[in-house]
């Protein structure tokens, strides 16, 4: 080959002789690929260098394996620090893929030439004096040229020079990039890009060792804005000397999947694209891209029932031309297309454009490699369950519904439940159908390429799914430094079905809840036990352990709960509130419970012991003066609620409540706790007219003047009910029982009488005379 501009000889300065054939690309770009492919064709080169890792040249043939279908990624992670990886994505229509494919089809030999990876992934990039000066200008070498051809648009200027624009001349489109690339590193230097200078001083080694090897015959597929420090006239000595004392670490490289959604640039990949779905179809379209894209667009809409027809794809088509001819584009590109869609297909409307960015413009494409590509044993593991289970990885987020009946659902519950205790968040539990038995799970699932690296981290813990989750746990178990934490753990392993880790987790959980003396720890840790207890019987676990320990903390609850409640400030009470709360819910869910009468108004049977005696807690809350009165009036409704309290005894704790001597603050409070919160008490007055009843008797019998003083306090408690419901309560409160509103019932509210009762007030005057040491008037 006789491209001009390369490095000369082995050890000799690079010059502007004939040499290697250096084909500077944009990462992701379609017209880029097609460029790079009929250069490669016409110049036939013995050696093709590509950007990359080199330590990916042993994985080079995976990407001829009929398994391979991109886009997929080099994914290079450290042995001792997993979590330190870096990724090299390549799309179809990536100019580095068009190369690698090329070269393995045509029996060429083929090399990555970028830095290696054991030192990207070891090195911190030095802090020199003239990196300080040009930290703020990390220069877009796109972006400036689209400015100096007077584009606002980088991505429009690029469409316009090199993804709609053809040539009879392969190399004309590089020569001219390297060109106006020179321009820009004589301006900028490195760009802001001090890292840069050490790849291309690599990049420089490993071309001379080519040309070693091969003469000229070679081509070099990089970054536009490498070529011309390739072609910098330096010498041997000086680019080891740059490379010299380079930190490192021990790699290992794979391909993975990769996603469309991963390639755009908004999902956060530097050298990404906007819309990959749009230059993946302009690389894929044999012909006539747009009118196959506005097909692509009308099918879609189609499917989500929108009335699209082929008229709306014809005149579509005419429109985006038109477009294109007067903003004096080469060829209709995405914004012409986008305008185009939105004016015909979509009546002006930017709602279905929406679904069109994301299902077309970016896309759901996920990638695959094939079985025989490196991967940790965990990796391996992880796909044969994903294969036994059907449970295929997909880039689309998709609900995933589980009836924990069947084998094969309860075996995905647990492979999922394990890899997020593994810290690998494939799938998410997700609100479902709604059922009243713990036999079904929701869950949303999506495949994300990072995920890779993530199963790579949990690798250390052990070579299966379950092995590595078991350890896992135990070794949290460990840790834990709270009795919520352990008691969260203990779900997990139930959920999760590792049966291994359990005796860990429950001694642990057994030692702390032993030291344990604060009760809202104690309450904060029982809803998460009695939730496992209910898992074990669906998933057929032994709980015996498990049920000893939460019966435990429970009776430690019981007796710290009533003076743990005394003396708490408004913050503290709405905290201890939800505890209380979720012991209650956590209590009804222990083994045993009262069989109900199945009548709302009646006292239930008596129950469990554990059940008795925390009703028994229930009532002394709720008599207690020293308990603030959020806490007393949700132990009413709890009481209420359950049958243990009839209708007049909850309306004379709200009489006592709601005294004269009761502060206003506290007495809106204690009907904050009796409605308030997110216990429905705004539908549950809607649905039983016998709360309603209580609060409207209770408001019928208050004197306006300690009204007034009440009122800002109510209207908080209130005011948290949705519109729908205060409508709903007003309507049948001015409706009254006649009409079939609710029944008022009668409240006597001490110190709220229309007037003294003379004969009890003169009961307590023997009493203060002795105090007083007075005579009383005969």
């Not at 810290?423 to 995920?451: C, H, I, K, Q, Y």
């Not at 092995?467 to 779900?491: G, M, Y």
């Not at 001597?661 to 904050?672: K, L, S």
Request: with cysteine.
């Amino acid at each position: 080959m006789t491209r001009s501009g390369a490095t000369a000889g082995p050890d000799a300065p690079a010059g502007p002789a004939a040499g290697p054939l250096l084909l500077g690309v944009r990462h992701h770009g379609p017209g880029s690929a097609r460029a790079v492919a009929a250069a490669l064709e016409a110049g036939r080169p013995k050696a093709v260098l590509i950007e990359g890792p080199p330590e990916a040249d042993a994985l080079v043939a995976l990407a001829a394996d009929e398994g391979m279908r991109p886009p997929v990624a080099l994914l290079a992670h450290a042995v001792d620090d997993p979590g330190r990886a870096a990724f090299w994505p390549m799309a179809e229509f990536s100019p580095e893929w068009v190369a690698l494919r090329w070269a393995l089809g045509h029996g060429a030999e083929v090399r990555f030439v970028d830095l290696p990876a054991a030192h990207t992934l070891a090195a911190t990039e030095p802090a020199t004096e003239d990196e300080g000066r040009s930290q703020g200008l990390r220069v877009d070498p796109v972006a400036e040229l689209a400015r100096a051809a007077g584009y606002d648009d980088a991505e429009r200027w690029w469409e316009d020079v090199v993804e709609l624009r053809g040539s009879a001349d392969p190399f004309a489109p590089f020569d001219a990039l390297a060109e106006a690339m020179g321009a820009l590193r004589e301006a900028y230097g490195h760009g802001g890009h001090p890292r840069d200078v050490v790849r291309e001083a690599y990049m420089r080694l490993q071309l001379r060792a080519a040309r070693k090897e091969f003469g000229d015959d070679v081509a070099v597929v990089c970054g536009a804005w490498h070529v011309p420090a390739l072609r910098r006239a330096t010498t041997v000595t000086a680019d080891r000397a740059l490379l010299k004392g380079l930190p490192k670490v021990r790699t290992e490289l794979t391909w993975v999947p990769w996603t469309h959604r991963r390639l755009a640039r908004r999902s956060g990949y530097g050298a990404g694209i906007d819309a990959p779905g749009w230059y993946g179809h302009l690389f894929s379209a044999p012909d006539r891209p747009l009118e196959r894209w506005m097909t692509k667009v009308a099918g879609l809409l189609r499917a989500e029932d929108l009335p699209v027809s082929s008229a709306h794809v014809i005149e579509a088509v005419r429109l985006a031309d038109t477009l294109a001819a007067m903003r004096g584009r080469p060829l209709a590109g995405l914004g012409e297309t986008t305008d185009a869609v939105r004016a015909v297909m979509c009546d002006g409307s930017d709602v279905p454009l929406d679904l069109i960015r994301d299902r077309l413009v970016v896309g759901d494409v996920l990638g695959a490699v094939p079985d025989g590509a490196p991967a940790v044993p965990l990796q391996r593991d992880l796909a044969r369950l994903q294969r036994g289970l059907r449970l295929k990885p997909e880039a689309e987020r998709r609900e995933l519904e589980l009836d924990l009946r069947k084998e094969n659902d309860a075996a995905r519950s647990r492979l999922l439940h394990r890899l997020r205790l593994l810290g690998v968040d494939w799938g998410a539990p997700a609100a479902g159908r709604a059922s009243t038995g713990t036999f079904r799970e929701s869950w949303r699932l999506s495949w994300e390429p990072e995920l890779h690296v993530q199963v790579a981290e949990a690798g250390v813990w052990g070579t299966t799914v379950e092995s590595a989750a078991t350890a896992r746990a135990e070794a949290r178990a460990v840790a834990a430094r709270d009795l919520a934490a352990l008691t969260a753990l203990a779900e997990q392993c139930l959920l999760a079905g590792l049966a291994d880790a359990l005796p860990a987790v429950l001694g642990a959980l057994a030692d702390r809840a032993a030291l344990d003396t604060d009760v809202a720890h104690l309450a904060q840790a029982l809803p998460a036990l009695a939730r496992s207890l209910r898992y074990g019987d669906v998933r057929a676990t032994d709980t015996t352990a498990l049920r000893e320990v939460a019966a435990g903390l429970a009776e430690r609850i019981c007796v710290g709960l009533p003076p743990a409640c005394a003396g708490l400030d408004p913050d503290a009470a709405t905290e201890m509130r939800a505890h209380l709360d979720d012991v209650h819910t956590a209590i009804g869910l222990l083994p045993g419970p009262g069989p109900d009468s199945g009548q709302p108004d009646a006292p239930r049977p008596t129950g469990t012991p554990l059940v008795e005696r925390w009703v028994g807690v229930l009532r002394r809350i709720a008599g207690r003066e020293r308990v603030p009165g959020v806490l007393r009036g949700r132990a009413v409704r709890l009481l209420l609620d359950e049958g243990r309290v009839a209708e007049g005894e909850a309306a004379r704790l709200m009489g006592l409540a709601l005294s004269a001597g009761a502060p206003p603050a506290d007495a809106a409070a204690w009907i904050e706790g009796f409605v308030g919160g997110a216990s429905g008490g705004g539908l549950l007055l809607v649905h039983d007219e016998r709360l309603l009843g209580l609060i409207d008797g209770w408001l019928g019998s208050v004197p306006a003047d300690a009204f007034t003083d009440v009122l800002p306090l109510l209207r908080r408690t209130f005011a948290a009910y949705e519109p729908g419901v205060r409508r709903t309560l007003g309507e049948l409160v001015a409706r009254g029982p006649a009409a079939g509103g609710p029944a008022r019932a009668t409240v006597v509210t001490p110190g709220f009488a229309a007037a003294p009762d003379q004969e009890r007030a003169d009961g307590v005057l023997p009493l203060l005379h002795l105090i007083l040491g007075t005579e009383a008037p005969v």
